[in-house]
């Protein structure tokens, strides 16, 4: 089973950055897809972005293309996600997600992301 732990969530003007990180205690953690997924309040969870294995694909929302930067280190099992120009509507909590290759998922315990004034 893998333990995932987000960390680096908080309060952040509009036009702001945040880093997100996920640690992951798993020894394949090379072999798994990562992505980063959110929920805001009164919504469903939905895919920010996601990261392939070995790292050479990474795929984006729309709503977060261009601002928002995933990556991985498979040496410390670690992932990323670098948000910037940051907007009220990416206010909600941040999970991370693993993803095996023979499909089973874990679930970070989120972080939150609060965009304001």
């Known amino acids: 089973q893998v333990q995932l732990v987000e960390s680096g969530g908080g309060l952040v003007q509009p036009g702001g950055s945040l880093r997100l990180s996920c640690a992951a205690s798993?020894?394949?953690?090379?072999?798994?897809?990562m992505s980063w997924y959110r929920q805001a309040p009164g919504k469903e969870r939905e895919l920010v972005a996601g990261?392939?294995?070995?790292?050479?694909?990474?795929t984006y929302a729309d709503s977060v293309k261009g601002r928002f930067t995933i990556s991985r280190d498979n040496g410390k099992k670690t992932v990323i996600l670098q948000m910037n120009s940051l907007k009220p509507e990416d206010t909600a909590v941040y999970y991370c997600?693993?993803?095996?290759?023979?499909?089973?998922?874990?679930w970070g315990q989120g972080t939150q992301v609060t965009v304001s004034s």
């Open positions: 997600n693993a993803e095996t290759p023979g499909g089973y998922t874990s």
């Open positions: 798993a020894f394949f953690f090379s072999r798994y897809d």
């Open positions: 990261i392939t294995s070995g790292g050479g694909t990474a």
